[in-house]
C-alpha cells in the first residue's frame, strides 16, 4: 500500500518537477536571436532530427562515438523501462515483461559503463562532481535490485510494477527495487538529468527560432545594474536608457 | 596569472590583499548579475540551459578547432572554462555543494579572465553538443561579466575599439570628413584603374541600398570598397554611404564582449538608415558585421527602426547571376579555394550566396574541408584578427589558426608549386586580417604565391567591361 502510494507519487512529482522546470525556461526572458544553422527544414525536418537525436542519440554517435556505445544502452533502458511502466498503467500488456527486462538489463550495463568511464577516462574523471557518481550509481541500484530480485525472488520486473499500481503485495527485494526507481524518477527533474527539458528549449526556443518577439520591447524597460563606467548605469535607468545613451560622445570636450 | 604563457589582457596583479578581495567581489556580483532577468535578459534563458544542463561528456571537445589544434591541452578544451563556471554559479548562486570544488580567488578570476579569450565563439562545438549546451556562449557571457561589471576587456576591442567607434564614427578613429578623403581617393584610385568613372554617393536619401563597409576595409585593404564602389556603378544600383556616427563603419565589437556597447553601435547604424529613407541596409564584407546588425540587432529594434537588412553576398549573386555585371570567368584563370566566415555560414546559414558567385566568376574552385556550416573557424574571430600584443600573435597563428591552414594546404594540394597563384577567398574583414597574419608566418605568399582577399574583387577582376588585372597579386 505505501510503496503503491509512493510510486504514484513519485510519478506525481516526476511530472510536477519536469512542468515546473519547464516553466522555469519559459519564464525566463526571450533571450536575443542565437540561432546555429543548418537547421532542419520545416517542421517535418525538426521533428525528425529530433527524433533522431532522442532515440538514436545521433549527436554523440557523430562526434563521440566511444561514448556512444556506453550512453545508448543507458538511455535506451532507461526508454523501455519508461515505457514498459507507462504501458502497464495503461493497461496494455503483451510485451511489458521483455521490455522491463531487456530495459533494466541496458540500463544496468549502460550505468555501469558511463560509471567506470567517469572513474577511469582523463577526460572526464576531473569534470565528474560527487553529484555525477551518486546519480549513476543510483541508477545501476535502481536496475539491478529489480534484477536481482527476479532472480532471487522469481518477482518479474513487469509483474511486480502491475502489482505495485494496483496496491497489490510484492516481495521485499522487488519492492525496494520498486522504491529506488521511484524515488530516482521523482529527483530526476531537480537535477542536471532534465535535460529532456532543457533540450527543447535550447533547440525550438534558441538555435531555431529566428522569429521576431514583441515580449522583448517589455524587457527594454528593465533595470539593469552593471557596474563598469563605460555602462553609465544610474538608479531606475531601464535597459533601453542605457542602451540609447552614447557616454563616449558625451564625455567629448 | 595567465593559465598558458601567453595573455589577451594582461591584467596587473593587485597590489595588496584589500585590492584583491574587491576584485574577487566585483566578480561575485558580476556573476549573481550574469544569472539576473533584469541584468542579463538578453543571453539568460541558454546560458542557464548550458550551465545547469551540460553533462560534461565531451562531446564537443573534438569539434573545437583550439583544443585539437594545440596537441588538445586540457585548457582548451570547450568545458573547461565552463566548468569553472558552472561550478562557481553552483556554489555561490544556487549555493549547492554537491558540484564540483571549486576556490574562488584572484587566480580563478584571472584565469577565467583570459579563458574567456581563449574561444573564437565560433560555436562549433555547440554545435556538436546533443543537448544545446553551448559552451561559446559561456565564454561570451564570461567577457561580458568582465566588461560590463569590471570594466576588463582587451584594449583592442574597448578603450581603442567600441569607445572610439562611439566617439569618432569608426573603431579606426576615421571621422566622418576622414572617411570622405578616404573614399575620394579609392574612387580615383579605382577610375584609373578599372576604366569606369567612379563617385561614391555620400547621404543620398531615399537610395535603394545603404552600404556599410567595416573600415578596416578602407585603411588596410581599400580595393575590397573599391570593388563594390565599381560594382554598383556599373550595374546602376541606387546605392549611398552614410557619414553618421558609426554608420560608416560596420564594425560592432559589442557582439563580442558587452552587450550594452553592442546595443548602442547598433542602434546608432540602424538610425542613420532610418534617417536616410533608404530601402535596404546592405552590409560589406564583414562577417561580425552581419551577425551583428542583421541576427542579434533582430529583436532589439522597435519595429520603425526594423529596416530590411541584407548581405553583401546576395547582393553580389543577384548582380552576378541576373547578367548585369557580365563577367569572363577566363580572367580568374587561378586556383581559388573559398573560406566559409563562422558568422555568415554557421551563425546565419549564408552559405551558398557566395558559392554561386564564385562558380560564375572562377573556374577553379577547390573548397576547404569541411566546409560550409562545418567549417573551420580562422582563428581570428570574435576579435583576435584584431589582438596581437603580449604574445598573443603566436598563439592565434600557431594554435587558434592552426586547424584553418591545414585545410588551405589542404584544398592548394597538387598546386603548391611557386609558379602558380592561388587565392583564398575570405569574405570578411577580421578573416583576412587572420590569414595575412598565417600567411605571412608561414611564409607562403614568398614560397607558394598563396595570396588573400575578399570576393567583390574576384567578381570586379572578371568583369568584361573593366580593364583586366584588378587584382594586382602584390602582398599588403
Redesign the interface.
Known amino acids: 500500500m505505501l510503496l503503491s502510494c509512493l510510486a504514484y507519487l513519485a510519478g506525481a512529482v516526476f511530472l510536477a518537477g519536469s512542468a515546473l522546470r519547464a516553466a522555469k525556461?519559459a519564464r525566463?526572458?526571450?533571450?536575443?536571436?542565437?540561432?546555429?544553422?543548418?537547421?532542419p527544414p520545416g517542421a517535418a525536418g525538426q521533428i525528425r532530427y529530433t527524433l533522431a537525436?532522442i532515440l538514436l542519440?545521433?549527436?554523440?554517435w557523430?562526434?563521440?562515438r566511444k561514448?556512444w556505445f556506453r550512453?545508448y544502452p543507458f538511455h535506451t533502458g532507461i526508454y523501455l523501462c519508461a515505457l514498459a511502466v507507462a504501458s502497464l498503467a495503461a493497461g496494455v500488456e503483451w510485451f511489458t515483461e521483455a521490455a522491463a527486462l531487456a530495459g533494466l538489463a541496458l540500463l544496468l550495463a549502460g550505468s555501469c559503463a558511463l560509471l567506470a568511464a567517469r572513474l577511469s577516462d582523463p577526460?572526464?574523471k576531473?569534470?565528474?562532481?560527487?553529484?555525477?557518481l551518486?546519480n549513476l550509481g543510483w541508477f545501476a541500484a535502481a536496475a539491478a535490485l529489480p534484477l536481482a530480485a527476479f532472480a532471487l525472488e522469481g518477482a518479474a520486473p513487469a509483474s511486480v510494477w502491475r502489482a505495485v499500481l494496483r496496491f497489490h503485495p510484492v516481495p521485499p527485494l522487488a519492492g525496494a527495487g520498486v522504491a529506488l526507481a521511484a524515488l530516482l524518477a521523482a529527483y530526476i527533474p531537480f537535477t542536471?538529468m532534465?535535460?529532456f527539458v532543457?533540450?527543447y528549449?535550447?533547440?525550438h526556443?534558441?538555435?531555431w527560432d529566428?522569429r521576431?518577439?514583441p515580449a522583448?520591447?517589455a524587457?527594454?524597460l528593465?533595470?539593469?545594474?552593471?557596474?563598469?563606467?563605460?555602462?553609465g548605469a544610474r538608479d531606475a535607468q531601464t535597459?533601453a536608457d542605457?542602451?540609447?545613451?552614447?557616454?563616449?560622445?558625451e564625455?567629448?570636450p | 596569472m595567465s593559465p598558458d604563457r601567453y595573455s589577451a589582457l594582461a591584467l596587473p596583479q593587485p597590489k595588496s590583499p584589500e585590492e584583491e578581495r574587491e576584485l574577487v567581489d566585483?566578480f561575485r556580483?558580476?556573476l549573481e548579475?550574469l544569472f539576473?532577468?533584469?541584468?542579463n535578459?538578453?543571453?539568460?534563458?541558454?546560458l542557464?540551459?548550458?550551465i545547469?544542463?551540460?553533462?560534461?561528456?565531451?562531446?564537443?571537445?573534438?569539434?573545437c578547432h583550439i583544443f585539437t589544434g594545440s596537441g588538445r591541452q586540457?585548457i582548451y578544451?570547450p568545458?573547461y572554462r565552463s566548468?569553472i563556471l558552472r561550478?562557481l554559479y553552483f556554489k555561490y548562486v544556487r549555493h549547492s555543494r554537491?558540484?564540483?570544488a571549486v576556490e574562488l580567488n584572484w587566480k580563478t578570476v584571472c584565469e577565467l579572465a583570459e579563458l574567456a579569450y581563449r574561444c573564437n565563439l565560433c560555436?562549433r562545438c555547440?554545435?556538436?553538443?546533443?543537448?544545446?549546451?553551448?559552451n561559446g556562449?559561456v565564454a561570451h557571457e564570461l567577457r561580458k561579466l568582465f566588461?560590463?561589471?569590471?570594466?576588463i576587456a582587451p584594449k583592442e576591442l574597448?578603450a581603442a575599439g567600441s569607445?572610439?567607434q562611439?566617439?569618432t564614427g569608426s573603431s579606426t578613429g576615421m571621422n566622418p570628413a576622414g572617411a570622405r578623403d578616404s573614399f575620394d581617393f579609392i574612387d580615383q584610385e579605382m577610375t584609373e584603374k578599372t576604366g569606369i568613372p567612379i563617385k561614391t554617393p555620400w547621404d543620398v536619401e531615399g537610395a535603394d541600398v545603404l552600404l556599410i563597409h567595416n573600415a578596416g576595409e578602407v585603411l588596410s585593404w581599400p580595393e575590397n570598397p573599391g570593388a563594390f564602389a565599381v560594382m554598383l556603378t556599373a550595374a546602376g544600383v541606387s546605392w549611398t554611404l552614410s557619414s553618421d556616427?558609426t554608420a560608416y563603419d560596420a564594425v560592432n565589437y559589442g557582439l563580442w564582449y558587452d552587450?550594452?556597447?553592442f546595443?548602442?553601435v547598433a542602434?546608432?547604424q540602424i538610425e542613420a538608415a532610418r534617417k536616410l529613407k533608404v530601402k535596404r541596409i546592405v552590409i560589406g564584407e564583414c562577417g561580425h558585421a552581419h551577425k551583428a546588425l542583421t541576427?542579434?540587432a533582430?529583436?532589439?529594434l522597435?519595429s520603425g527602426l526594423?529596416l530590411p537588412r541584407e548581405s553583401s553576398m546576395t547582393l553580389m549573386r543577384d548582380l552576378v547571376l541576373s547578367g548585369r555585371l557580365p563577367v569572363d570567368p577566363a580572367r580568374n584563370s587561378f586556383p581559388v579555394t573559398l573560406h566559409d566566415p563562422c558568422n555568415m555560414?554557421?551563425?546565419?546559414?549564408i552559405?551558398e550566396a557566395q558559392r554561386e558567385v564564385l562558380r560564375a566568376v572562377c573556374p577553379d574552385i577547390r573548397e576547404m574541408f569541411p566546409n560550409r556550416?562545418d567549417n573551420y573557424c580562422c582563428g581570428g574571430g570574435s576579435g583576435f584578427a584584431l589582438m596581437s600584443g603580449r604574445s598573443f600573435l603566436d598563439w592565434r597563428l600557431q594554435v587558434a589558426g592552426a586547424r584553418k591552414m591545414e585545410q588551405v594546404l589542404a584544398a592548394f594540394e597538387g598546386c603548391m608549386d611557386p609558379s602558380i597563384d592561388k587565392y583564398i577567398c575570405a569574405p570578411c574583414s577580421n578573416c583576412k586580417g587572420q590569414f595575412r597574419d598565417l600567411l605571412a608566418q608561414r611564409g607562403l605568399w614568398k614560397s607558394n604565391r598563396i595570396f588573400y582577399g575578399g570576393l567583390a574583387e574576384l567578381v570586379v577582376n572578371a568583369m568584361r567591361d573593366v580593364k583586366p588585372g584588378f587584382i594586382e597579386w602584390e602582398w599588403r
Open positions: 525556461y525566463t526572458p526571450v533571450p536575443l536571436r542565437w540561432e546555429l544553422y543548418p537547421i537525436e542519440l545521433r549527436g554523440v557523430a562526434h563521440n561514448l550512453t577526460s572526464l576531473p569534470y565528474t562532481s560527487p553529484a555525477d551518486f542536471h532534465a535535460h532543457a533540450k528549449f535550447a533547440y526556443n534558441v538555435r529566428d521576431p518577439n522583448v520591447a524587457q527594454l528593465y533595470t539593469p545594474h552593471w557596474s563598469a563606467s563605460h555602462i535597459w542605457v542602451a540609447t545613451a552614447n557616454p563616449p560622445q564625455k567629448k | 566585483a556580483r558580476g548579475k539576473r532577468r533584469a541584468d535578459w538578453t543571453f539568460l534563458r541558454p542557464l540551459i548550458s545547469e544542463h551540460c553533462v560534461r561528456c565531451q562531446t564537443c571537445s573534438e569539434a586540457e578544451r568545458t566548468e561550478r554537491w558540484q564540483g560555436r555547440a554545435q556538436a553538443c546533443p543537448i544545446g549546451a553551448d556562449l566588461s560590463q561589471e569590471m570594466g574597448h569607445l572610439v562611439l566617439r556616427l552587450d550594452v556597447q546595443a548602442r542602434l546608432r541576427v542579434i533582430d529583436r532589439l522597435p526594423n555560414a554557421r551563425l546565419m546559414g552559405t556550416t
